[in-house]
């Protein structure tokens, strides 16, 4: 089974790693088989159209099997079954968050299902934040406190879903990723034996 290599960080010890996949057949032979490398959870309105195009066409050229959410699937209160097969049937799912990423109940559908599958099919789970403190994710704040303020007013009859995305923002803001505020100006994606360079300061 092939391995994948995250690095993130310039030329500082703090270069991060991340691993998924093992050389044991008897390891990977017990998990359940995956239809995509990386699954793809964004805020179309703040990305498509710049950063998320840029990383998803950069993962792809690469030859990562890459699911991107696109207009065609069909929208509504609740997520799709086709997405949510495609966050269970994923290795990784890299989150971008963004100012708009909590105004969107769908989009904290997608993280509370990624972070479901974290923890019970072991999928790796990177964040991403663009534009963005980690600590507004985490704590629920500006962009994301009027957000959630809506959230509760509309969802006051089913508060354990608004609880729900407020513990899933939470624990992933905490996992390694890349703040792209403060990183260098380069991070690298390998991936059997390739290497993808994306550059936000051209973006």
Not at 80 to 93: F, H, M, P, T, V
Not at 115 to 132: A, G, H, S
Not at 158 to 171: F, G, I, P, Q, T
Request: some cysteine; aromatic content about 12%.
């Amino acid at each position: 089974m092939a391995s994948m290599f995250f690095e993130t960080g310039s030329s500082s010890s703090s270069s991060s790693f991340f691993e998924t996949g093992s050389s044991s057949s008897s390891s990977s032979s017990s998990l359940p088989r995956k239809t995509h490398d990386v699954f793809l959870s964004f805020r179309g309105e703040d990305t498509r159209r710049n950063f998320t195009d840029h990383l998803y066409n950069a993962l792809v050229q690469a030859g990562v099997h890459t699911f991107r959410d696109n207009d065609h699937l069909p929208r509504g209160e609740e997520i799709s079954s086709q997405l949510l097969e495609a966050i269970r049937g994923s290795k990784i799912s890299i989150v971008v968050f963004s100012k708009g990423y909590a105004t969107s109940t769908w989009c904290l559908e997608e993280l509370a299902n990624i972070m479901e599958c974290r923890k019970t099919k072991y999928q790796v789970v990177l964040p991403v934040f663009y534009d963005i403190d980690p600590s507004d994710v985490r704590k629920q704040k500006r962009s994301f406190a009027e957000a959630f303020q809506t959230h509760e007013q509309f969802f006051k009859e089913d508060m354990e879903k608004v609880n729900r995305w407020r513990k899933a923002l939470s624990e992933a803001s905490t996992l390694s990723g890349w703040d792209l505020n403060t990183m260098a100006n380069r991070y690298v994606f390998s991936f059997n034996n390739k290497s993808v360079f994306t550059n936000p300061s051209l973006i």
